[in-house]
């Protein structure tokens, strides 16, 4: 009995000593006031991201506006190859 009640005094004792950084690694995370806690976002960060929203809209519309020409040139070639096919008929006629 005497030596399990020893046998915890060694075991607390041991416990209550405090540990080395090398023996429980490192135990935090140094922030600084530069970083940002989680769910914060930067100011630049919120920017360039309306800069690249805004970017890829123009991106878009340009594209759109090229498919429109290019649907607008087809009508017209379309439109003047008709346009000879008739005249072609009616003078073989």
Do not use: F
């Not at 878009?60 to 346009?83: C, M, N, V």
């Amino acid at each position: 009995m005497w030596e399990e009640r020893e046998e915890r005094s060694i075991m607390t004792e041991e416990m209550d000593k405090p540990l080395k950084e090398s023996e429980v690694g490192p135990t935090s995370i140094d922030v600084t006031d530069e970083q940002t806690s989680i769910g914060e976002v930067p100011l630049a960060e919120l920017q360039e991201e309306k800069v690249q929203e805004q970017n890829r809209e123009i991106e878009q519309a340009q594209e759109e506006s090229r498919i429109g020409k290019r649907k607008q040139k087809r009508r017209r070639a379309i439109t003047y190859l008709l346009h000879i096919s008739i005249h072609t008929k009616t003078k073989a006629d």
